[in-house]
């Protein structure tokens, strides 16, 4: 059983272009959690998202940022016009479909960087 | 909102020796979970506590989950350079989202 996918795994963009991250949760998982780490800190949650809904995006800046969880195919977190300060590691998780209280399993991350 | 805060931030032991790190929530949650992230890598699950006073042992790793649900800690016992890294609890107070710590970082002198 493959775990979480992400892909890139980095991703460098200059100032103003768009940075897209992708993310296919482990199988037979149809949670999905994106949360952002900036260095030498803790992760935080930005949205959740269960196939074709988004549950609660309290955590994702209204502005720039959106993300979706098509019928078929990956998580995209959409980032536009990127800043320096979007600069960080992206790490998407995903759970079961029965319980949203079980562990979280974590993608290895999109390292963005933002010349 | 939630605030989950975590201490200390940075944690320099011996190798073979304990130490503890805590884990205190300002809102009573429903269940608290541990991560480890080791340096460049992703965060791994733990365990994860449920009960009022539950204790969970994993080797020389003991979480404790504090009687009014609002604290927890990680103590591990006899530290080895394979502990280093990042520690996070992360709480949820049923709402489906985890609120991590900052983390404890680890580092052992062989």
């Known amino acids: 059983n493959a775990g979480v996918m992400q892909n890139p795994r980095h991703l460098v963009r200059r100032r103003g272009q768009e940075a897209r991250l992708r993310c296919s949760p482990m199988?037979?998982?149809?949670?999905v959690y994106w949360y952002r780490q900036l260095p030498e800190e803790g992760l935080k949650f930005m949205v959740y998202?269960?196939?074709?809904?988004?549950?609660?995006e309290s955590g994702m800046p209204k502005e720039r940022f959106s993300a979706e969880f098509p019928k078929e195919g990956p998580s995209i977190l959409r980032i536009q016009q990127v800043v320096r300060g979007d600069s960080a590691a992206y790490f998407c998780?995903?759970?079961?479909?029965?319980?949203?209280?079980?562990?979280?399993?974590f993608g290895p991350g999109t390292r963005l960087t933002v010349t | 909102g939630q605030q989950v805060m975590q201490i200390p931030q940075y944690q320099h032991v011996q190798e073979g020796e304990d130490f503890t790190t805590y884990c205190n929530s300002s809102?009573?949650?429903?269940?608290i979970q541990w991560y480890k992230q080791r340096p460049g890598g992703h965060p791994v699950f733990l365990i994860q506590?449920?009960?009022?006073?539950e204790v969970k042992k994993q080797k020389r790793l003991t979480f404790q989950f504090g009687e009014a649900k609002k604290n927890s800690s990680l103590h591990i016992t006899a530290t080895q350079t394979t502990d280093v890294g990042t520690y996070f609890c992360?709480?949820?107070?049923?709402?489906?989202?985890?609120?991590f710590g900052a983390g404890t970082t680890v580092t052992v002198r062989a």
């Open positions: 998780a995903s759970s079961p479909l029965d319980s949203p209280s079980y562990e979280q399993y």
């Open positions: 199988k037979g998982h149809s949670h």
């Open positions: 998202l269960q196939k074709e809904n988004i549950i609660d």
């Open positions: 809102t009573t949650l429903s269940n």
């Open positions: 506590l449920v009960k009022s006073g």
């Open positions: 992360a709480g949820e107070k049923n709402d489906y989202k985890l609120s």
